[in-house]
């Protein structure tokens, strides 16, 4: 079975670029999550959805970021305009469902902004 | 304000002996925790939970104690091997609430052969 699917796996870009990042969450999964690590934050929850309703945005750190899910089996981080700190590692998770606590972690998106 | 706090940013054992990672978290709601293991380059995976309502639970090698009145878990690993070098993330949520998981800033182990 495929886990969760995030591309592009490595990202560089120019400051002021637009970023878009992709994720496939797992068949019959009905949460998705968007995290970002960095090694002064660790693990930060940015927004996660249900049924790909948004529940939570309030990790997302500036009007520079959205997200968006229009079906069950996509969804999409943008960044724009992109800046140097918002240089990490973003992952994208799934859950059966919105209570269930184990959540499956896709590879994550290492993203580098000069 | 982190509700979920892993003190020690890294820790070494030698291989065959125990590794004792640590987790403190400050909300009183939380009651189920878990363990994410991270290698490089790939996305944490779960390894291990216990619900407020125990205060043990035990996976092969792996342990983990929660302290509810000290507001502290620990997960033990013996005996380490260095495949278990990697970065553990705590995490915790409050069940009653259906509220979101929160992570700690992850422990990085290293297992010396």
């Known amino acids: 079975d495929a886990g969760v699917i995030q591309s592009p796996r490595h990202e560089v870009t120019e400051m002021g670029q637009e970023v878009t990042l992709r994720c496939k969450p797992i068949?019959?999964?009905?949460?998705l999550f968007w995290y970002r690590q960095t090694m002064m934050r660790g693990l930060e929850l940015l927004i996660y959805?249900?049924?790909?309703?948004?529940?939570?945005d309030s990790g997302m750190p500036e009007d520079r970021f959205s997200a968006k899910m229009p079906n069950a089996s996509f969804s999409t981080l943008k960044i724009q305009p992109s800046e140097p700190r918002d240089s990490a590692v973003y992952f994208c998770?799934?859950?059966?469902?919105?209570?269930?606590?184990?959540?499956?972690f896709g590879p994550g998106t290492r993203l580098l902004v000069l | 304000d982190q509700q979920v706090k892993q003190n020690s940013p890294s820790l070494s054992v030698q291989e065959g002996r125990i590794s004792i990672l640590n987790c403190d978290y400050t909300?009183?709601?939380?009651?189920?925790f878990l363990w994410y293991k991270k290698y490089p380059a790939e996305g944490p995976t779960f390894l291990i939970s216990?619900?407020?309502?125990?205060d043990k639970n035990e996976d092969g090698r792996f342990t983990v104690f929660l302290n509810k009145s000290a507001k502290h878990l620990s997960l033990h690993i013996v005996p380490s091997q260095p495949g278990d070098s990697a970065v553990y993330f705590c995490?915790?949520?409050?069940?009653?609430?259906?509220?979101?998981?929160?992570f700690g800033p992850g422990t990085s182990l290293s297992v010396i052969p």
């Open positions: 998770a799934s859950s059966l469902l919105i209570e269930e606590e184990t959540q499956y």
């Open positions: 068949s019959g999964h009905n949460s």
């Open positions: 959805f249900n049924n790909n309703v948004p529940i939570d």
């Open positions: 909300n009183s709601m939380f009651d189920y």
């Open positions: 216990i619900s407020s309502i125990k």
């Open positions: 995490a915790a949520s409050a069940r009653t609430s259906y509220d979101k998981v929160i």
